[in-house]
């Protein structure tokens, strides 16, 4: 066996069906589940044991059909799935039917999204079971000409023999098929031979997605469900006393059902425009929730109280500093929403899901049936990052359904997942680098944090149980700040530790759980360090940087562009890296400061810095679709823009101000910059790295460094603009228009 050698199955199918097995036939990938070197090999790993029972089908139409166990939420696996396949088996791209794959329990681990772990987990167990199909394919094309199968080529969906005769892979699939399931020896295409994967390809949903062809969950038509909201509490978590006026309410047109849930009050009616005016005239006495009366700065407190020390100050010089990271919303585009159809004995169950297994599982536990009677569809999301590891649209659904007898389609309101939802936790970071002359000799990080909620788990029920234990969800949270952390500098001895408090909140991943300001807190201290040695931010993070890898996309975003430039008082450019998942990336930013621009009339909106130019360069290993790895860093870039200058959450007695993205200041158009340029470097490796999460933190670090350098006062804050509250806050579901005078919360 070598890396490109590998076992895989025909699987008894009336027609040509095959699936891999790298547990037993790639021992080195086996050896990984003793190395632990990062979050992703834990998850890969994990992965690894239920690889068989992914599966490739050709079809007689000369189709291939793949139910890919993951959820396509807008990072283009789907295309990039389809081009796997299309290399292996000698078909194009177009000709590949990637579905999303129902939950599966029997998957185990091996049916979550995240982690930037899609590509690597599935990039062998896709190719394998690819490369079995086209491998039977020339066998049974062999023997209808009577050819040696060596002496045949497969391209394009047909089989060539010598003569010139053909046949498509339609017409062979049912010769090619096996009554029972059988081991298969295979080897897979080597890089040189690549004429798919590493070529850019435009994604193979992108013309029905601006079109309005796509479906989404909102989109399916479920015979009889009918459209539902949730009237929610006025603070975060809060649970309801009473319904004053149900009958009222559901007299209201188009009403056809109210009943409490667990999490509010829903209703269900013929349109959303009169769930909206049905939940507006609901009045409920609302219990308190868990974090009533709470705001920044009390949140800001307790995480003091439960900041881990830094170790005894050494003799030597030392640079330290400690930034401030608030609540950020994790609203998709996409709202979050679900359909269910709940009968007396099964449920079946519609969503953007990344984590199905364990919607499945919860979702039967709440229903009080097996989770064999509970059927999971996986429906295409409109974004998510974080977002749609949690399920809670799904079980609200499933709630209400089986209270009304009926099938619902449930959304939430804007206004309720940026109130309700899910939010990047607020945090701190503290940082201290110590040196001496022209070395470093050890770097802190004490990272503490309102508690992140990993309830997910792996994926399945176990894990996510052990999640919510009070011992494990700190265990989890070790697990996944400690493994998706890297040592990117020759900074001596180091030393991070986690410390979390403060439950209550409705928190979860964002783009990535911690890097993004742990990465932005040390970029910050390294320009510091640099300037107290008198050394230029980019050669001393070059000349202290591991490995060459790194180096070089350092090197290539200061080269392209152009560091160390004559700029404007006011203006400035800030550098950052970081590394994560098997990938290394760097950016390079301009931003000016200038008080003409950061005072710019904005309509309904927060001026401040720009940004004007932003280069960034990464290197993942191979890129399976170079073209959809650069929209990922567009969209990181975007993101670590926001995180840094204008984007967060504003916490005031127990719920946050923002309702919508009106309010909610993410980057808009009027602060993209006019220069952006994506650099994908150029890799000889054979295996893909992590990109969907790299593109936040280098950007971010590297917006945060250039602000400091423009202004002379490194920022401690984000986003920078916090501080700045330029709106009337809206009540619970808002009024459209808006009226003026509503500027509280109203049930």
């Known amino acids: ?188 295409a080597p890089r040189e031979s690549f004429t798919v994967i590493g070529r850019p390809h435009s994604r193979i949903d992108a013309l029905d997605a601006v079109t309005g062809r796509k479906k989404f969950a909102m989109d399916l038509d479920v015979p009889g469900a009918k459209p539902t909201m949730v009237c929610r509490p006025p603070t975060i978590n809060g649970k309801v006393g009473s319904v004053v006026n149900t009958a009222e309410v559901r007299a209201m047109p188009g009403v056809t059902d109210v009943v409490t849930i667990s999490t509010g009050v829903a209703v269900r009616a013929e349109t959303f425009g009169q769930c909206i005016d049905a939940v507006r005239a609901l009045k409920v006495n609302w219990r308190p929730g868990p974090v009533d009366g709470k705001s920044d700065d009390t949140v800001l407190k307790e995480l003091a109280a439960a900041e881990l020390p830094l170790g005894p100050r050494p003799l030597t010089p030392v640079v330290e500093g400690k930034f401030t990271f608030y609540f950020r919303g994790n609203s998709a585009v996409e709202p979050n929403c679900a359909i269910a159809d709940v009968r007396a004995d099964r449920a079946e169950i519609w969503s953007g899901l990344k984590s199905p297994i364990v919607a499945k599982q919860a979702i039967a536990a709440r229903l009080g049936m097996l989770p064999s009677r509970v059927t999971v569809h996986v429906t295409e999301g409109g974004g998510s990052f974080g977002r749609k590891l949690f399920f809670d649209a799904a079980l609200e659904a499933a709630e209400v359904s089986q209270k009304v007898g009926k099938p619902v389609k449930l959304m939430w309101h804007r206004a309720d997942d940026a109130r309700q939802g899910r939010t990047h936790p607020m945090a701190t970071s503290r940082v201290r680098i110590a040196y001496a002359g022209n070395l470093v000799l050890g770097y802190e990080l004490r990272h503490t944090s309102v508690t992140t909620d990993l309830g997910h788990g792996l994926g399945e029920l176990f894990t996510a149980m052990a999640a919510k234990l009070p011992i494990g969800d700190a265990a989890f949270a070790q697990t996944f700040f400690q493994f998706s952390h890297t040592s990117p500098y020759h900074f001596g001895a180091h030393s991070r530790l986690l410390s979390e408090t403060g439950k209550g909140f409705n928190t979860g991943s964002m783009r990535n759980v911690y890097s993004p300001d742990t990465t932005c807190a040390r970029e910050l201290i390294v320009d510091q360090v640099a300037a107290r040695m008198g050394k230029d931010p980019y050669r001393f993070r070059r000349d202290f940087l591991r490995d060459e890898r790194s180096r070089a996309v350092l090197e290539k975003v200061a080269e392209v562009g152009g560091w160390g430039r004559s700029m404007p008082a006011g203006t400035a450019q800030g550098i950052a890296f970081h590394g994560e998942y098997k990938a290394v990336s760097a950016c390079l930013v301009e931003i000016d400061c200038r008080p003409a621009t950061v005072n710019r009339p904005i309509r309904d909106g927060v001026a401040g810095p720009r940004v004007t130019k932003a280069v960034f360069a990464v290197d993942v290993g191979l890129a399976v679709n170079p073209r959809g790895l650069e929209a990922q860093m567009m969209g990181g870039i975007m993101d670590g823009i926001a995180l840094a200058l204008t984007s967060s959450l504003h916490l005031r007695n127990g719920y946050f101000l923002e309702a919508s993205w009106d309010n909610y200041f993410y980057t808009r158009q009027w602060n993209t910059p006019p220069e952006l340029q994506i650099i994908v470097m150029p890799s000889s490796s054979e295996q893909p790295g992590g990109a969907g999460e790299l593109g936040v933190a280098a950007s971010m670090a590297a917006v945060a460094c250039a602000y400091g350098r423009a202004t002379g006062a490194m920022p401690t804050r984000f986003p920078i603009n916090h501080g700045t509250l330029s709106f009337t806050p809206k009540p619970t579901i808002p009024p459209i228009p808006a009226s003026p005078t509503d500027g509280g919360l109203r049930a």
């Open 1 to 188: 066996m070598n890396r490109r050698r590998f076992v895989g199955y025909v699987l008894a199918a009336p027609v040509l069906v095959t699936a891999a097995d790298l547990f037993e036939g790639d021992p080195a990938a086996a050896a990984d589940l003793t190395e632990l070197l990062d979050l992703n090999d834990i998850m890969t790993a994990a992965a690894l044991p239920t690889s068989g029972l992914i599966s490739v089908e050709v079809n007689p139409d000369g189709t291939v059909s793949f139910a890919l166990p993951r959820a396509e939420v807008g990072q283009g696996i789907t295309t990039s799935s389809a081009m796997l396949i299309a290399e292996e088996l000698g078909v194009a791209v177009n000709r590949v039917r990637v579905t999303l794959a129902d939950a599966r329990p029997e998957l185990l681990f091996n049916q979550l999204t995240g982690a930037s772990n899609t590509t690597i987990s599935t990039y062998t167990p896709i190719r394998v079971a690819a490369a079995v199909a086209r491998q039977r394919l020339l066998t049974a094309a062999a023997a209808e000409f009577g050819a040696a199968a060596a002496d045949l080529r497969l391209a394009d969906g047909m089989v060539t023999d010598a003569a010139g005769r053909k046949i498509g892979i339609g017409a062979l699939a049912g010769r090619a098929a096996s009554a029972k399931t059988q081991a298969v020896p295979v080897e897979l």
